[in-house]
């Protein structure tokens, strides 16, 4: 990519990353932020929503100030408006970025990694960081093969399965 605009544009062209709400109710396609980021302009706070793509192919940030309007700003007077500040308009960006990846690969931030044999008989956990992985819990040792877990799932006992001591699971989510 030639820029960070130009790595933008491309998300908001794609229609998966759409805010499909938005949309629908004849909106403008536009990328809706999960959790709105938290910036300091001109000692106010003010918070980044969304972006979308105008029809010059400019990128447009959605913002709302802190009297609760929201405010229209083009890609490039955004990255113009921290002439004299520590922050950097690149970090907001990329963390807006590193959201969007995130929510469309359905992963949460708090899962944490770990093995099989490192939880505790009865733990919940999944397979696949993702919020549409089954939930497993893991079961006794099985002595006969000293080297696997049974483990079965959540919403079906029947459902049982034996998984190596090595293998990565994700534990720690809400469910």
Known sequence: MKNLEQLMASFLCRKDFLDPEGTKSGGV?????????KIRLF???YQLDAFYLAANNRVHLLMTNPQGEVVNVTFSTFMNIFPNTK???EEY???A??????????IQKDYKKTKVNKINQGTYFKLK???TAPVWVRDHFDRATQTSYACHKYEDSNHETFLKGNRDIYIDFTF
Do not use: N
């Open 129 to 131: 960081p993702t919020d």
């Open 97 to 106: 970025l590193s959201q969007i990846i995130l929510r469309k690969m359905r």
């Open 93 to 95: 960006i990329y963390k």
């Open 43 to 45: 000692d106010d706070p």
């Open 29 to 37: 396609p536009h990328i809706q932020l999960s959790e709105s980021i």
């Open 87 to 89: 922050e950097s308009p």
